[in-house]
């Protein structure tokens, strides 16, 4: 058990520090609906209100090792193109800090997004979208917290003994650029809606040096997702939405699906006051993640756990890790009344 103990923890910190690699799959969230800029530019303000922001944390593996921690800002909003017109145009920007390993690898990302909504069929909510990310990225080690075997003699640890080590760059700065189409429609009436959405987008598409050796033949591979989405009125206070995401980058692929069943209690003025979700995802081969997401007016708290299901389960004792998310939504004055009734996606 301890050798088996090992052998998990050596790949973890093999995971943990990309040095030189052809293909690194990047950073990915249980609540991925709540990162459409990461996700799908196309999906940038797609959803009712006028604006969103929100932040997102995310701990990792914290019972094998040094945890994966993720701290992520987000913010959307959307305007008409005009007051006689139901295209209108959203953007975005989204950062994060990520940092993992008994080296502290850290990775900074900043990712501004624009996205275009035309209405195809404004009697439907059908609107055909297209958006655009380009972000910067910067990669950095604290070489100073690496161990190598030369450091180690009888059985003892002495950090003055020289590593017999080239060591690289400590930091790496990349830039990326996204684009993505999404599809969204909705039919039945007020009181019994049901929404579509589906989409494809690519990331690193320039496949930018991915090396802290700065080796050229090193690149970061290209991301597709796809995603799908299905919403639903069950009745006057119930909504089931169901949500799945596919990522392939290079060999890596990662297929997430699942649903939250949404129980709506008090309304004012046809909004609701308060909503309660409850539900779960799998992601294949990995983990079952329980997720509980509670809305209040415009306030919304959502909080989910990875159960490990993959083959670190028994270093783990299949325990994930926790993502806490909280996003506010809202309109904003409008002095144009026309304006303010664009039409807008229902999911």
Not at 172 to 200: A, C, H, K, P, Q
Not at 258 to 274: N, R
Request: proline letters at 5%; one cysteine or more; aromatic letters at 14%.
């Amino acid at each position: 058990m301890k050798r088996q103990t090992f052998y998990y923890l050596f790949l973890l910190h093999i995971v943990a520090l990309p040095v030189k690699v052809l293909a690194q799959a990047d950073i990915h969230f249980s609540q991925f609906y709540e990162t459409s800029i990461l996700r799908n530019p196309a999906l940038t303000g797609v959803f009712p209100e006028d604006y969103k922001v929100g932040v997102y944390e995310r701990n990792q593996w914290s019972s094998i090792s040094n945890p994966y921690k993720t701290s992520l800002l987000s913010m959307e909003s959307r305007i008409a193109v005009s007051k006689n017109n139901s295209d209108f145009f959203s953007f975005g920007l989204l950062g994060y800090v990520d940092k993992a390993g008994s080296i502290d690898q850290s990775i900074i990302a900043f990712y501004p997004a624009v996205n275009y909504n035309k209405a195809i069929d404004p009697d439907h909510h059908t609107y055909l979208s297209v958006g655009f990310t380009a972000g910067y990225l910067q990669y950095s080690i604290d070489p100073s917290k690496a161990t190598f075997n030369n450091q180690f003699q009888n059985g003892s640890f002495n950090p003055a003994n020289p590593t017999g080590e080239f060591l690289p760059s400590p930091k790496l700065n990349m830039w990326d650029l996204g684009t993505g189409i999404n599809l969204n429609t909705s039919t039945g009436s007020d009181n019994r809606i049901t929404t579509y959405i589906i989409g494809v987008s690519g990331y690193h598409l320039t496949q930018p040096k991915f090396s802290y050796y700065q080796d050229s033949a090193m690149h970061s591979n290209i991301r597709w997702n796809l995603n799908a989405a299905v919403s639903t009125q069950l009745s006057d206070d119930l909504v089931l939405q169901l949500q799945s995401n596919f990522a392939q980058q290079g060999t890596y692929q990662e297929l997430l699906a699942g649903g939250l069943l949404g129980w709506t209690g008090k309304m004012v003025a046809e909004e609701p006051v308060f909503v309660m979700y409850i539900g779960a995802f799998y992601r294949i081969g990995d983990a079952i993640i329980p997720v509980v997401k509670v809305k209040y007016k415009n306030l919304a708290l959502g909080i989910s756990y990875d159960i490990n299901t993959s083959s670190l389960k028994e270093a783990s004792n299949m325990q994930g890790g926790y993502e806490v998310t909280l996003f506010l939504t809202g309109r904003y004055p409008n002095k144009h009344a026309n304006w303010g009734k664009t039409i807008c996606p229902r999911f």
